[in-house]
């Protein structure tokens, strides 16, 4: 099992950024898939989760309305679209399958 994020950087306040998660090893289309952050000096916390078939999806309430989370069962992917990044969005993303597989991370940085 292996999951790839990539997509994170730089980004000024008011920014957006896409992040993707490639999966391999499991049949990614059977696992509810799911989006944390871990910013400095703070415990890791659930940005947003997607159903199977992406019938339903959940949000932090930090994030409603700014971030968006899709998946593509036919690439084995889901993406986090963030839009309005704001300081405090500063972290490093992982994504994680519904049986507890992380991916290694992609830092996103907002900064002027």
């Known amino acids: 099992v292996q999951l790839v994020e990539s997509g994170g950087g730089l980004v000024q306040p008011g920014g957006s950024l896409r992040l993707s998660c490639a999966a391999s090893?499991?049949?990614?289309?059977?696992?509810?898939m799911s989006w944390y952050r871990r910013a400095p000096g703070k415990e890791r916390e659930l940005v947003a989760d997607?159903?199977?078939?992406?019938?339903?999806?959940y949000y932090a309430d930090s994030v409603k309305g700014r971030f968006t989370i899709s998946r593509d069962n036919a690439k084995n992917t889901v993406y986090l679209q963030m839009n309005n990044l704001k300081p405090e969005d500063t972290a490093v993303y992982y994504c994680?399958?519904?049986?507890?597989?992380w991916g290694q991370g992609t830092q996103v940085t907002v900064s002027s």
């Open positions: 090893g499991f049949t990614f289309s059977r696992s509810s």
């Open positions: 994680k399958t519904v049986f507890g597989k």
């Open positions: 997607i159903t199977t078939a992406g019938g339903s999806t």
